[in-house]
């Protein structure tokens, strides 16, 4: 339907009892600053790419990063 809103969401995982939290924050922060937008038929040594058919996008990691995908 029209309604349908596709959400992506990017974790990064800390032990529960939150001893790692500000590492985990400061981490995630240093990852979002990293994003860039790039042409489409760049490439680039040192990455991989992830495309999804069914969410339609496709973007470009580091190929010692792991991509996992979760079905809540």
Do not use: A, C, H, M
């Not at 001893?19 to 038929?41: A, C, M, W």
């Not at 969410?55 to 990063?65: N, Q, R, V």
């Amino acid at each position: 339907s029209k309604d349908t809103k596709l959400v992506f969401s990017i974790e990064l995982d800390t032990p529960r009892d939150g001893s790692k939290l500000q590492q985990g924050e400061t981490l995630f922060k240093q990852v979002l600053s990293s994003f860039k937008f790039l042409d489409s038929n760049s490439e680039l040594p040192g990455l991989k790419t992830y495309t999804s058919s069914k969410y339609g996008i496709s973007f470009k990691y580091p190929d010692d990063y792991k991509v996992e995908e979760r079905v809540d």
